[in-house]
């Protein structure tokens, strides 16, 4: 709950521009469009209840779509919502400006403008609010794996809603020992974002901060439901993959750093995008115990560091 209530406080209007230029403009051309066909009604013409209903709705639907963007990032999901709300208030904008000019018999293209697009918003917004619905529920069952079988909340990284690195070890062991007794497949990936310390000195350790809990919510949105995402330390994930090999485990930490590559991120300081990469190394484990399953990882880790450091020295 804290890390939501701390990105609803993230300036994010910035990284929206330019939808809200588009919805601008898009009003404007339906309103130059019938001031330009059309003659201004006569104050005695004027609907009151039709103006107070329709205006009050689109005002409020300029309402809901603030709070979207200035509370989600750049994605596929808020481009659904956004474009829902944004054809809801063009129909019911094209329906007000009707109450005030009154446009000749033989025009008939105002029909579409004031009709056309509202229907296609509540499909839009239809398929947003159900993408938007699997988003929470892939967020809400890793929120629950964490509870898994500890209750201690002194083991839960205080930035992240992610267990730390105490909690990855006790459950990794936990973890191994299922798969021993089950003879199945039990692995592990860790994830490291590369040059966040250059974020840090840059942006300042509040933008770190706040990239760290973006990351959180991307990463947990490309696992399973019985995958497991800690916090191991600074800028470093650990995720315990049950009844997962080795083939399958490099799958996933490959698609994580395709995913993070891809975030659209934007600083709070001037909205500009950050360009991100991680390294992900991934291990199956063999007959051995946490520490060691995590030593070999970090060792994996350190030689892939320093393939990345050569490649781009």
């Not at 003659?39 to 107070?52: E, F, G, N, Q, R």
């Not at 004031?114 to 296609?120: D, L, N, Q």
């Not at 973890?175 to 310390?197: H, I, N, T, W």
């Amino acid at each position: 709950m804290r890390l939501f209530q701390k990105l609803q406080t993230v300036p994010m209007l910035t990284s929206h521009r330019v939808k809200l230029a588009v919805l601008f403009v898009a009003a404007n051309i339906g309103l130059m469009l019938h001031l330009l066909n059309g003659d201004i009604k006569p104050l005695s013409a004027w609907d009151w209840l039709d103006i107070a209903g329709e205006g009050g709705s689109a005002l409020l639907l300029l309402v809901w779509i603030w709070l979207l963007l200035k509370s989600r990032p750049a994605g596929y999901v808020t481009n659904l919502l956004f474009l829902g709300l944004g054809c809801l208030f063009f129909s019911l904008f094209m329906d007000v400006v009707d109450e005030f000019v009154a446009l000749p018999d033989e025009i008939t293209w105002d029909g579409w403008l004031e009709s056309g697009p509202m229907p296609a918003g509540f499909v839009l917004l239809t398929l947003g609010i159900f993408h938007w619905h699997k988003e929470q529920l892939a967020i809400n069952e890793q929120m629950r794996n964490r509870e898994r079988l500890f209750r201690e909340h002194r083991q839960f990284d205080k930035l992240t809603p992610l267990g730390d690195a105490h909690y990855l070890r006790k459950q990794l062991e936990l973890a191994l020992g299922e798969a021993e007794q089950a003879r199945l497949p039990v692995s592990v990936v860790m994830v490291d974002m590369d040059g966040f310390a250059n974020i840090n000195r840059d942006y300042g350790h509040k933008e770190g901060d706040r990239l760290l809990q973006v990351l959180t919510q991307q990463i947990l949105l490309n696992l399973r439901q019985h995958d497991l995402l800690c916090r191991l330390a600074g800028d470093r994930f650990a995720l315990i993959l049950p009844h997962t090999g080795a083939s399958q485990a490099q799958l996933l930490a490959e698609e994580l750093q395709k995913s993070i590559q891809h975030l659209a991120y934007k600083s709070s300081r001037q909205g500009e995008r950050l360009y991100l990469s991680a390294t992900a190394v991934a291990a199956m484990a063999r007959e051995e115990d946490a520490e060691t399953l995590l030593y070999r990882l970090n060792i994996a880790m350190a030689k892939a560091k320093q393939t990345l450091e050569v490649r781009h020295g």
